[in-house]
T-cell receptor, first 113, second 113 residues
Framework: AQTVTQSQPEMSVQEAETVTLSCTYD???????LFWYKQPPSRQMILVIR??????QNATENRFSVNFQKAAKSFSLKISDSQLGDAAMYFC??????????FGKGTKLTVNP | DTGVSQNPRHKITKRGQNVTFRCDPI?????LYWYRQTLGQGPEFLTY????????KSRLLSDRFSAERPKGSFSTLEIQRTEQGDSAMYLC???????????FGSGTRLTVV
């Protein structure tokens, strides 16, 4: 079964600094999709960035970028110029074949002013 | 477009009672999903609809749980004879093309006392 592991339950970063959140996954498939979702306190989950496994180029969305290492089954999220509004739970998720997403347990990000 | 709407936001019920939650997806989205999220965990897949057809169900969805999506529009999730272990956040999401990710609602937080 596919599993997603986020090894950092909590991370903190100073405002304007850069932080990297880790995610590894287990799969025997070659074509799949990976996602990072942000869940602010008491608010809905928002898609931050997605990566298609067949694309070697790392996805980028403004201050958010990923380091996708397919052979290592690693999909880390880098947040540059961190802002107070980036404070949230961040979930890594995997999708292959069926419609369902498999999520990790999440990383709580704190941004210090 | 008001996004994915879930009602109620919070529900407190006594053990053994039945509860029903409603989800209104983004109108043009034909795919609808239910997930459950417990404290300290990532969301776990429960079930998926494409239009009005329920195409996939998790083994987490015991026979006390039933979901419907009449006419392929809104969906309801009913839990019969609630147990304390049912206490969780129930998330609804919708998509047009799931490989691009879902849009989540704000969730219904269920507390069984």
């Amino acid at each position: 079964a596919q599993t997603v592991t986020q090894s950092q339950p909590e991370m903190s970063v100073q405002e304007a600094e850069t932080v990297t959140l880790s995610c590894t996954y287990d799969t025997s498939e070659s074509d799949y999709y990976l996602f990072w979702y942000k869940q602010p306190p008491s608010r809905q989950m928002i898609l931050v960035i997605r990566q298609e496994a067949y694309k070697q180029q790392n996805a980028t969305e403004n201050r958010f970028s990923v380091n996708f290492q397919k052979a290592a089954k690693s999909f880390s999220l880098k947040i540059s110029d961190s802002q107070l509004g980036d404070a949230a739970m961040y979930f890594c998720a995997y999708k292959w074949g069926s419609e369902k997403l498999v999520f990790g347990k999440g990383t709580k990000l704190t941004v210090n002013p | 477009d008001t996004g994915v709407s879930q009602n109620p936001r919070h529900k407190i019920t006594k053990r053994g009672q039945n509860v029903t939650f409603r989800c209104d997806p983004i109108s043009e989205h034909n795919r609808l999903y239910w997930y459950r999220q417990t404290l300290g965990q990532g969301p776990e897949f429960l079930t998926y609809f494409q239009n009005e057809a329920q195409l996939e169900k998790s083994r987490l969805l015991s026979d006390r749980f039933s979901a419907e999506r009449p006419k392929g529009s809104f969906s309801t999730l009913e839990i019969q004879r609630t147990e304390q272990g049912d206490s969780a956040m129930y998330l609804c999401a919708s998509s047009l093309v799931s490989n691009y990710g879902y849009t989540f609602g704000s969730g219904t937080r269920l507390t069984v006392v």
